[in-house]
């Protein structure tokens, strides 16, 4: 059964830093792309970022590109968000994803419970 | 970037009758790279159909997606009280990914 479990989340202030972690099971992680997705409270979804099944492939929303890393340990079976100069409008719930595909069409089949993120001094 | 707009935001509709959803793109979009999302309250999001038509498994045959190019639509033959909640469509561009803003269907 593949399971996603994130953690890390917490009260950060502004300007501060966080890593967030999504530990993996019940599928052969290094050889699936990866995803971030948050959620601000009340609000929809807002896909962050995406690494691609080699580890090395990463892509970012233009909301968090150049302060926010996603990396794998594969030994490990994780992902990890490294966020940082974190800003009130990061405040979200933060949900890994993994990909699935079928054919031509790619699209996330499971998705983590989330972690929530409070940026607020 | 391509953007999706869902309409209407939000559906209010009795068990039993028809939910009709619209998802349009502000640009033409690969139907295989079009995707339904539902997301219940504290729940994360359940991938519903993928390919614009084909449903994920364990999902009902009252779940349907249909459309192309920038308009997609995902109906529900008849509301059972569990489909009361938020959908979302998706598409996969190069490099990123987009969401809807989403349309709540709600019971009347």
């Known amino acids: 059964e593949v399971q996603l479990l994130e953690s890390g989340g917490g009260l950060v202030q502004p300007g501060g830093s966080l890593r967030l972690s999504c530990a993996a099971s019940?599928?052969?992680?290094?050889?699936?792309?990866m995803y971030w997705v948050r959620q601000a409270p009340g609000m929809g979804l807002e896909w962050v970022s995406t690494?691609?099944?080699?580890?090395?492939?990463?892509y970012y929303a233009d909301s968090v590109t150049g302060r926010f890393t996603i990396f794998r340990d594969t030994s490990k079976n994780t992902l990890f968000l490294q966020m940082n100069s974190l800003r009130v409008e990061d405040t979200a719930i933060y949900y890994c994803?993994?990909?699935?595909?079928?054919?031509?069409?790619?699209?996330?089949?499971?998705w983590g419970q989330g972690t929530l993120v409070t940026v607020s001094s | 970037e391509i953007v999706l707009t869902q309409s209407p935001g939000t559906l209010s509709l009795s068990p039993g009758e028809r939910a009709t959803l619209s998802c349009r793109a502000s640009?033409?979009?690969?139907?295989?790279?079009l995707v339904w999302y539902q997301q219940k309250p504290g729940q994360a999001p359940r991938l519903l159909i993928y390919?614009?038509?084909s449903r994920a498994t364990g999902i009902p045959d009252r779940f349907s997606g249909s459309g192309s190019g920038t308009d997609f639509t995902l109906t529900i033959s008849r509301l059972e009280p569990e489909d009361f909640a938020v959908y979302y469509c998706q598409q996969h561009g190069p490099s990123r990914w987009t969401f809807g803003q989403g349309t709540k269907v709600e019971i009347k």
């Open positions: 390919g614009a038509s």
């Open positions: 994803a993994k990909v699935g595909r079928d054919g031509h069409s790619v699209y996330y089949d499971y």
């Open positions: 640009q033409s979009v690969s139907s295989s790279y």
């Open positions: 019940g599928f052969t992680f290094s050889t699936y792309a």
């Open positions: 690494l691609g099944d080699n580890g090395a492939s990463a």
